[in-house]
């Protein structure tokens, strides 16, 4: 079965501090994504990881891939306000690459 | 910005009424997809196309039927609309970023079956 699970679902932080959100996902994929939603807007792409050991990095955001384990990682450091948004992964199944699943979100709200 | 658009941007409809969402994409992209967003269940795909009048199922095509006649619109159609289709519907094209190829969104469209 093609599952991809994210967590935590909500994560409230506090301004400064960091933290980690993770993907797993069930079977061989061929990238993954994490995008950015924002209340009542469309999805914003952050990263693509496309192989094992892949990192990212964009201000204060952090994304990683293991592909043997089956993870992926969203590393935010000293968070600020303004990343207080949805994020979600999202895998492609080696499968069928057209097939995208996506984790459930994370909902992180940063307070001052 | 991909050069999607969608509409309509909102639509209320009643059970049983047939409902069709345009997708259209300026730049002659190949792969265009559909999408419903729903609380706690991510995006999932709803039917996808890889060409003008080529298309397959996704995840969750039950009630849903696709057409693209043209490169540059894919239309959603519910045949007679549910209340558990009541959701945000996205549009994707498929497109070249780099070294690699991603999916880009258009704004959604925000359905409401009553």
């Given at each position: 079965e093609l599952k991809v699970e994210q967590n935590p679902l909500f994560l409230s932080m506090q301004e400064g501090k960091n933290y980690t959100i993770y993907c797993n996902y069930s079977t061989t994929s061929d990238r993954l994504y994490w995008y950015r939603q924002d209340p009542g807007k469309s999805l914003e792409s952050l990263f693509v990881l496309l192989s094992n050991g892949a990192v990212k990095q964009e201000g204060r955001l952090m994304a990683s891939l293991d592909t043997k384990a089956r993870l992926s990682t969203l590393h935010i450091t000293a968070?600020?306000?303004?990343?207080s948004a949805t994020y979600f992964c999202a895998v492609v199944f080696s499968y069928n690459n057209n097939d995208m699943r996506f984790g459930a979100g994370t909902r992180l709200t940063v307070k001052p | 910005d991909a050069g999607i658009t969608q509409s309509p941007r909102h639509k209320v409809t009643e059970t049983g009424t047939p409902v069709t969402l345009r997708c259209h994409q300026t730049e002659n992209h190949r792969y265009m997809y559909w999408y419903r967003q729903d609380p706690g269940h991510g995006l999932r795909l709803i039917h996808y196309s890889y060409g003008v009048k080529d298309t397959d199922k996704g995840e969750v095509s039950d009630g849903y039927s696709v057409s693209r006649s043209k490169t540059e619109d894919f239309l959603l159609t519910l045949e007679s609309a549910t209340s558990s289709q009541t959701s945000v519907y996205f549009c994707a094209i498929t497109g070249s970023s780099g070294d690699h190829n991603e999916q880009f969104f258009g704004p959604g469209t925000r359905l409401t079956v009553l």
């Open positions: 968070a600020v306000h303004d990343l | -």
